[in-house]
């Protein structure tokens, strides 16, 4: 190989290591975070999965459960925060959390008995609603 191929060559790998990705394919993303983001369903994903008959609307489950404490437009009533900013993945995740009994805060007690007797569709449904 001439000495200006060779250049030209090593600068192209440089180039594309550069570029590219730094983990192998198919290791996918090792960190905590990226993996229980990704064994989280989507919530859209929950509900596609029923027939159009049984998927709940968010906005009565957000009128029967949430709106009393979290105000029509999510903005949150006295104590209780605003909604906004959640995405429906983060929002999902925090109400199944609640639901299973985790303490995510001072009102960890009201948002468990808020959310006990949601099926996953309606915590879906509700996330996708009052989500960003």
């Known amino acids: 190989m001439k000495p200006a191929q060779f250049g030209i060559s090593l600068f192209v790998l440089a180039t594309l290591a550069a570029c590219g990705d730094a983990s192998t394919p ?3 993303d090792a960190s905590p975070a990226g993996s229980a983001a990704s064994t989280l369903a989507d919530p859209s994903d929950i509900l596609a999965a ?17 709106v009393g404490c979290h105000g029509d437009l999510g903005q949150g009533i006295d ?8 995405t429906p993945t983060a929002m999902q ?9 985790k303490t995510l805060g001072a009102q960890s007690a009201v948002m468990a008995q808020a959310v006990t ?5 309606e915590i879906a449904a509700v996330s ?3 989500g960003e």
């Open 26 to 28: 198919g290791s996918g």
């Open 50 to 66: 029923l027939p159009p008959e049984a998927q709940p609307y968010g906005l009565d489950v957000y009128t029967a459960k949430c």
């Open 79 to 86: 104590k209780n925060p605003a909604l906004r900013g959640l």
């Open 93 to 101: 995740q925090k109400l199944l959390d609640y639901r299973s009994g």
């Open 117 to 121: 007797g949601l099926s996953d569709a």
């Open 128 to 130: 996708i609603y009052a």
